[in-house]
C-alpha cells in the first residue's frame, strides 16, 4: 500500500468530515437536490485527491487514521 502523506490525509480528513450526515444536510436545512449536488462535488474532490495519493482511500481509512492521530 502507498503511504500517503499526513498533508494530504488531512484534507480526505476534511472532506470526510463535510461528507457527515449532519455537515452534508446543513441539519436539514437544505434540499435534498442541494444535499446530492453537494455530495457529488465532495466525492469529486475525493477522487482528485485520489489521483494524488496514487491509489484509492477508503472513508474507514481516514477514520482509522483519525483515530490513530489523537490516540
Not at 2 to 7: Q, Y
Not at 9 to 26: I, T, V, W, Y
Amino acid at each position: 500500500m502507498i503511504a500517503i502523506t499526513e498533508e494530504l490525509m488531512n484534507k480526505f480528513d476534511g472532506l470526510a468530515c463535510r461528507l457527515s450526515p449532519e455537515n452534508l444536510c446543513c441539519d436539514c436545512e437544505i434540499s435534498r437536490a442541494e444535499v446530492n449536488q453537494r455530495h457529488t462535488q465532495i466525492k469529486r474532490e475525493w477522487k482528485v485527491l485520489e489521483k494524488k495519493a496514487g491509489r484509492k482511500v477508503s472513508e474507514n481509512e481516514v477514520l482509522n487514521w483519525q483515530i490513530k492521530k489523537y490516540r
